[in-house]
């Protein structure tokens, strides 16, 4: 049966590198992936937070994914995208689900502050972009700095990784996690 990985992310200030690059990764290792958005409407990229990027079409909504067909979940970085899930009652219903069974779910960069809001932090050992770690650590969990770091406390899997530079071992991290299963 073919994996399937589902990517969310707001329609903003999403870091380019951090959702192109593993969606392509991973879709040419044969995983099914599917990018939601909050809206239908046109997610605009940023490059290293400053810089636009190109804008792509998600292929769904948040409101519209039945997260029971997917894997993994993986969530892209980017300082607004990340602060804007954040407050995403659709996003967090979205990473509940996947910690309640138990599911993996993939963070880089800023993305795992959305991890906070869905109240799913408390005692996981993570990494992230570096201006991060005091609100991770404030929300409970334990931050190290490594390329990539795959935590399994409370029972769920989570793989973080630092920044864009981080990616390769990001996607390899995912690709092993899919495999596993």
């Known amino acids: 049966m073919v994996k399937k990985a589902l990517i969310i992310t ?4 999403v870091e380019h590198d951090e959702l192109i690059q593993p969606l392509e990764f991973l879709k040419g290792k044969g995983i099914e992936v599917i ?4 809206t239908f409407d046109a997610v605009q990229t940023v490059k290293s937070d400053k810089a636009l990027g190109p804008s ?36 967090h219903a979205i990473i509940q689900y ?18 906070i809001n869905a109240k799913r932090i408390k005692d996981k ?18 931050w190290v700095d490594e390329a990539v770091h795959r935590c399994n ?13 981080d990616i390769p071992q990001f996607n390899e991290a ?8």
Do not use: M
């Open 125 to 142: 050992n993570l990494t992230s972009y570096k201006s991060i770690r005091l609100d991770l650590e404030n929300a409970g969990a334990h």
């Open 56 to 91: 792509y079409s998600p292929q769904a909504s948040l409101d519209q994914v039945s997260v029971e067909d997917y894997d993994i979940l993986i969530i892209p970085g980017g300082t607004v995208n990340a602060d804007t899930l954040r407050l995403n009652e659709n996003a």
């Open 10 to 13: 707001s329609n903003i200030g």
């Open 98 to 115: 996947f910690t309640d069974q138990k599911k993996p779910i993939a963070a880089i960069c800023h993305a795992p502050w959305a991890l």
């Open 174 to 181: 995912i690709l092993k996690e899919l495999n596993q299963e």
């Open 153 to 165: 406390t409370n029972d769920w899997p989570l793989i973080t990784s630092r920044c864009p530079d």
């Open 35 to 38: 990018h939601a958005a909050e």
